[in-house]
Nanobody, 117 residues
């Protein structure tokens, strides 16, 4: 139900835009998992696109947005740092919108983002 794309290799300071196409309209979130670390919340957006949340480490650098006509959510990532290197997952929630992965019902397959120093 979720198809994430847009990952790749980029130098520090560069930008990438991730996309996630869904089969319906959900609250949407992005999570990431770096090697040897637990999965962490990155950003979320409500079904209507009115409210967003970000983890502190990406505030001011990442922007989550959505195009409901296309059932697609985006994560614009600017000023990337090596510590942003991770597999990024999109997730969809039917009911709850938030930072906990337990709120989300569906998960995409992940897309790898590698930031070189």
């Amino acid at each position: 139900q979720l198809q994430a794309s847009g990952g790749g290799l980029v130098q520090a300071g560069g930008s990438l835009r991730l996309s996630c196409a869904a089969s319906g309209r959900y609250h949407m979130g992005w999570f990431r998992q770096a090697p040897g670390k637990e999965r962490e919340f990155v950003a979320a957006i409500t079904r209507g696109g009115i409210a967003t949340q970000y983890v502190d480490s990406v505030k001011g650098r990442f922007t989550i947005s959505r195009d409901n006509a296309k059932n697609t959510v985006y994560l614009q990532m600017n000023s990337l740092k090596p510590e942003d290197t991770a597999i990024y997952y999109c997730a969809a929630a039917n009911v709850y919108y938030g930072t906990s992965d337990e709120s989300y019902d569906y998960w995409g397959q992940g897309t790898l983002v590698t930031v070189s120093s």
